[in-house]
């Protein structure tokens, strides 16, 4: 059944290639405006969940569903047009300047001519707009590609690897481009290897391995799943922290917390480790201590560790 509130519909997807089973059974529901970050191992499968929901492949079993229509029927052509997709591998005509390979995509898509101008000033292409192709860095043509990618401002973009090529002050502009095409209400599908640039800039990550879905849910949801301990290093006053440390064992039994181990204590820091459902009874805990604590570092299970945890809880269940 479709519901109008999802772009994207993936139900007991399955494919097949001669004896190759490259997805199982892979079910992911992602609401209009939700930024989705696809994560897994070279050949996990992800490659081939964006060629089925952009329709260039069928399943060989299971639904897909884009903005509520199959990508595969005559009757969803019309919306490809909101659809921007920017590939792993980016390849342009490279007679042509970037201006150029930008026009001719915007005949195709039916976009105004215009915003052609705008999206090269947005990915900073300005100086080399009217530059081939060849001339370009690889960054360059990633940008190229991305500008082609927003032709029409597309209800849903697909990306494979974005940020491949850029630098560090391009890779946060383009994180920009994301974060108001998302105010907009764009729906993307984001797949990458650099994991801990985009856990605080997507709504929720699927993890493949071997073409199984893993895990599927927002960061917060996946780590409670597991109870990855929290790690908190605390600063004192000089000659606080022994005292402290030893109130906050003596707190264990008072409620403080289920599980805290305190570890490395010196005479001017704590570093102690404790459940996530417990963390704010210890900062409430500390903020009562504000004579003495001068400041406190939380660490939080990073995606890196939380994918991680599920690759290997996968594997191990295959044995």
């Given at each position: ?6 772009a994207?519909?993936?139900k ?6 001669a004896d ?29 969940l964006?060629k ?6 069928r ?25 921007g997709?920017?590939?792993e ?12 390979v ?7 898509n ?5 915003q ?43 990306l494979d690897?974005?940020?491949t ?12 481009i ?5 105010q ?14 985009f ?14 879905l ?50 490395h ?27 003495r ?5 939380i660490r ?5 560790d ?14």
């Open positions: 059944m479709v519901n109008p509130s999802f994207i519909q993936l007991d997807l399955s494919k097949q290639y190759k089973h490259v997805l199982e059974q892979v079910s992911i529901d992602i609401q209009k405006g939700e930024c989705l970050l696809l994560v897994g191992h070279n050949g996990a499968g992800k490659t081939t964006m089925l929901m952009l329709g260039l492949t399943p060989s079993s299971g639904s897909v569903k884009i903005m509520g229509l199959d990508p595969t029927d005559k009757q969803s052509v019309q919306q490809r047009t909101r659809i997709f920017l590939p591998i980016v390849t342009f005509q490279q007679a042509l300047s970037g201006r150029e930008l026009y001719f995509y915007a005949k195709l039916r976009s105004n001519l215009k052609c101008d705008d999206l090269i000033g947005r990915v900073g292409l300005e100086a080399a707009a009217d530059q081939r192709v060849q001339t370009y860095s690889k960054g360059m043509r990633q940008r190229l590609g991305l500008a082609q990618a927003l032709l029409g401002d597309p209800e849903l973009l697909l690897e974005p940020t090529g850029l630098d560090p002050t391009l890779r946060h502009k383009f994180y920009d994301i974060s108001d095409m998302q907009q209400g764009t729906t993307s599908v984001i797949c990458s290897h650099a994991l801990n640039a856990e605080s800039r997507v709504d929720k990550v699927a993890i493949m391995n071997r073409g199984r893993v895990a599927y849910g927002s960061l917060s949801d996946l780590s409670e799943q597991v109870e990855f301990a929290v790690n908190m290093h605390i600063k004192v006053l000089p000659g606080q922290a022994s005292e402290l440390a030893e109130g906050m064992s003596r707190g264990l039994a008072q409620g403080l917390g289920r599980d805290i181990k305190i570890g204590v010196n005479a001017q820091s704590i570093d102690l480790k404790c459940q996530s459902s417990d963390k704010m009874a210890i900062v409430r805990h500390l903020s009562g201590q504000a004579d604590v001068l400041d406190v570092d939080s299970a990073s995606l890196d939380i994918y991680q945890y599920y690759m290997q809880a996968s594997d191990e269940a295959r044995l």
